[in-house]
């Protein structure tokens, strides 16, 4: 079993940035993949960033060129860097595993409010 906590969430203006942190409570190189999903209000929660074991990275197109995941194996932590914010960025940001020999998203956190408003 892995606990993952999200921090780093906040209100930000239309433009800004924000670093997500996902704190992982083992190695993060016995997980296959890590990555971040979002949900906004009304809307079904979407993966918006991966990144696996080899540090080979995939976004969802409507972050691509303003979101950049990364990793920190000493620091078992996943990173999401978000810049240029929309107000449609807007959403409860979950960080989330799938195991080594698996294929499904096993490790969730708690999630972490992003707001972005003038």
């Known amino acids: 079993q892995v606990q993952l906590v999200e921090s780093g969430g906040g209100l930000v203006q239309p433009g800004g940035s924000l670093r997500l942190s996902c704190a992982a409570s083992k190695s993060i190189n016995s997980l296959n993949i890590m990555g971040w999903y979002r949900q906004a209000p009304g809307k079904q929660r979407e993966l918006i960033a991966g990144?696996?074991?080899?540090?080979?990275?995939n976004y969802a197109d409507s972050v691509k060129g303003r979101f950049t995941i990364s990793r920190d194996n000493a620091k078992n932590t996943v990173y999401l860097q978000m810049n240029s914010l929309k107000p449609e960025d807007t959403a409860v940001y979950y960080c989330?595993?799938?195991?080594?020999?698996?294929?499904?998203?096993?490790?969730w956190g708690q999630g972490t409010q992003v707001t972005v408003s003038s």
């Open positions: 989330s595993a799938v195991p080594l020999l698996r294929s499904s998203w096993d490790y």
């Open positions: 990144i696996n074991r080899g540090g080979n990275t």
